[in-house]
């Protein structure tokens, strides 16, 4: 993954929203990367654990590499049709060579509640171990996230309040698996 793909994503996002950021804002809010290495091993009973419990992703922006095997589920906000209705899980098959791209919650933030973190959960496989490599691009911990101002005064307001980025990584880490209840710390 480049960072240079991860800041054109941020610019498209951006200006879907009729909002160009300087360069130095995108990068304040992606100047932070961590990746980590997941292994799943096989379970005889994978409807008895969970990979990873229900959660949304802090940062900006997730960039997901999968294995192939499977095993990401996405909680629905909505009912769409063919597809299922509000708050069940569906599954998202991998395609090789893609990648998967999560919004996190400092989205959410900076958009005014215009972008949506996804909420995810992560399951296991009786057939086959498995890997996944998710790259979590957010801001530095001393970085305030707060909703742009064109935003918050187009929409009559902002719907989140300033938070220092540690601060809402200390409160999202103390709600761990619990949706997206870490939002809340931020909500106006």
């Known amino acids: 993954m480049s960072l240079q793909m991860v800041r054109k994503l941020m610019e498209v996002l951006m200006g879907n929203l ?15 990367k961590m990746v980590n290495m997941n292994f799943y091993p096989t379970c005889p009973n994978p409807e008895l654990t969970i ?31 063919d597809v299922g209705k509000k708050g069940e899980w569906m599954e998202i098959p991998p395609v090789q060579g893609a990648l998967v791209i999560n919004i996190g919650d400092t989205l959410q ?22 890997v996944s490599i998710p790259i ?11 909703p742009l101002p064109q935003l918050a005064e ?23 698996h619990e949706g997206k209840k870490s939002l809340q710390f931020a909500q106006v």
């Open 51 to 81: 990979g990873v419990g229900r959660h949304s992703d802090m940062g900006a922006l997730t960039v997901l590499v999968q294995d192939g095997i499977g095993g990401l589920y996405v909680k629905l906000e909505e009912d769409i049709e």
């Open 136 to 146: 979590f691009t957010m801001p530095n911990p001393t970085e305030k996230i707060k």
């Open 154 to 176: 187009r929409d009559g307001g902002a719907r989140f309040r300033e938070v220092v980025f540690q601060d809402y990584m200390s409160n999202f880490f103390n709600n761990a």
């Open 109 to 130: 933030i900076i958009s005014n509640g215009k972008y949506k973190s996804a909420e995810h959960r992560v399951g296991t496989t009786s057939t086959k171990s498995r």
């Open 18 to 32: 009729g909002v160009k950021p300087d360069d130095s804002k995108i990068d304040a809010l992606i100047g932070f």
